[in-house]
Nanobody, 118 residues
Framework: QVQLVESGGGLVQAGGSLRLSCAASGSTFAINTMSWYRQAPGKQRELVAA???????NYADSVKARFTISRDNAKNTLYLQMNNLKPEDTAVYYCNADGWFGKIFNSWGQGTQVTVSS
C-alpha cells in the first residue's frame, strides 16, 4: 500500500501564498492519480486539484489560476502551490493517491490545516 504525509500548512493573510507537500512511501510505483482535497468546517470534502501519472491536471473552478498542482515522481512527492489565498480557502487539506497493486487502492494522508485571515 501507499502512505502519505502532508506538510506545509499554516496561517497566512489573504493574498499570501503557501506551498503544500505530500510525501508518498510504500508501493509508490503503483500510484496513478494524486490529488489534493480540502474540507472546511461543516462542509463536505471537495476535490481541489488532481494530476495523473501522465501529467494531466484538473482543478476546481474556485482555485483555477491561483493554485498549481505538480508531482516529482523521483522524490515521490506531490505539491500544491497556492497563491492569492482567500479566506474561503481555509480548510484542512488532504493528499490522496489511487492506483492498482493486486487490487485498487485509495490512500489518504492525515491532513494539514490552512487558515487564511482577512
Amino acid at each position: 500500500q501507499v502512505q502519505l504525509v502532508e506538510s506545509g500548512g499554516g496561517l497566512v493573510q489573504a493574498g499570501g501564498s503557501l506551498r503544500l507537500s505530500c510525501a508518498a512511501s510504500g508501493s509508490t510505483f503503483a500510484i496513478n492519480t494524486m490529488s489534493w482535497y480540502r474540507q472546511a468546517p461543516g462542509k463536505q470534502r471537495e476535490l481541489v486539484a488532481a494530476v495523473s501519472s501522465s501529467g494531466s491536471t484538473n482543478y476546481a473552478d474556485s482555485v483555477k489560476a491561483r493554485f498549481t498542482i505538480s508531482r516529482d515522481n523521483a522524490k515521490n512527492t506531490l505539491y500544491l502551490q497556492m497563491n492569492n489565498l482567500k479566506p474561503e480557502d481555509t480548510a484542512v487539506y488532504y493528499c490522496n493517491a489511487d492506483g492498482w497493486f493486486g487490487k485498487i487502492f485509495n490512500s489518504w494522508g492525515q491532513g494539514t490545516q490552512v487558515t487564511v485571515s482577512s
